[in-house]
C-alpha cells in the first residue's frame, strides 16, 4: 500500500514538471487585437485655382512682333481690381510704341486697333461681347515709330454674373513704308492676349 501511494506521487511530481518545462500558457502568449484606426472626421476639402489676373499688379507689359516691327505695349485700368464686377463699366487703357529694324528711315503707322472682350469661368466660355475700334482717320493712321506713340482706353461692359474672368483680345494694324517717302506700304498685323479676373458682385447689387 506504501508503495502504491508512493508511485502515485511520484506521477504528479512527473506531470508537475512536464507542465511546467512547457514555458507560458497558451492565453498569456496571445496579442491583443489592433484597434482600428479612427475614421476621418472630415472630407478633404476641394480649393478652386485661383484666377489668373495680368493686370494684378497694376499693368503689364508685352513686346510683340509684326514682321520687321516690334511694338512695345503697355496695359493698365484706372479702376481697381476689387471693383470689376461683371455689372462695372471696366476701362482698359492701353500705350503702344514701335521701332522698325533694320531702320532705314520709314515710318510706321497704325490703322486700327481692335479689343474683343470673351468672358468665362472655369467651365463656361460665354458670347463675346461687342468687339470696339478705333480706326485712324487721317491718311495711313497714327505714327506710331518711336518717339511717337498712341495711347487709347477701351471698356469692358457688363459680362454675365457667373463670370470669373475676361479674356481680352487685343489687335493692332500696322502700315509700313516700303522705303523712305515712299508711296508703297506693307501691311503688318500684331496681336495680344491679356486676361483680367472678375470680382464678386457686391450683395447689394452696387459697384461703387
Given at each position: 500500500m506504501r508503495a502504491m501511494r508512493l508511485a502515485a506521487a511520484t506521477a504528479i511530481v512527473g506531470a508537475a514538471v512536464v507542465l511546467s518545462g512547457c514555458g507560458p500558457s497558451p492565453w498569456a502568449l496571445q496579442s491583443p487585437t489592433p484597434s482600428a484606426p479612427a475614421p476621418s472626421s472630415s472630407a478633404p476639402v476641394v480649393v478652386a485655382p485661383p484666377v489668373e489676373n495680368d493686370l494684378s499688379s497694376g499693368s503689364t507689359q508685352r513686346d510683340l512682333t509684326a514682321g520687321a516691327v516690334k511694338a512695345a505695349v503697355n496695359y493698365w485700368s484706372e479702376l481697381r481690381m476689387d471693383r470689376w464686377t461683371p455689372n462695372a463699366v471696366k476701362p482698359v487703357s492701353l500705350s503702344l510704341v514701335t521701332t522698325i529694324t533694320p531702320n532705314d528711315g520709314q515710318k510706321v503707322y497704325l490703322q486700327k486697333a481692335t479689343m474683343l472682350a470673351v468672358p468665362a469661368n472655369a467651365t463656361e466660355t460665354f458670347p463675346a461681347?461687342?468687339?470696339?475700334?478705333?480706326?485712324?482717320?487721317v491718311k495711313n493712321g497714327y505714327l506710331v515709330l518711336k518717339p511717337y506713340s498712341y495711347s487709347q482706353t477701351f471698356n469692358v461692359g457688363q459680362v454675365p454674373e457667373s463670370a470669373t474672368y475676361?479674356?481680352?483680345?487685343?489687335?493692332?494694324?500696322?502700315?509700313?513704308?516700303t522705303k523712305p517717302k515712299s508711296d508703297e506700304y506693307a501691311k503688318q498685323t500684331a496681336t495680344d492676349t491679356v486676361t483680367v479676373a472678375i470680382a464678386a458682385q457686391a450683395a447689394s447689387g452696387t459697384d461703387g
Open positions: 461681347l461687342d468687339p470696339q475700334t478705333d480706326e485712324a482717320t475676361v479674356t481680352l483680345q487685343f489687335t493692332f494694324d500696322f502700315l509700313v513704308q
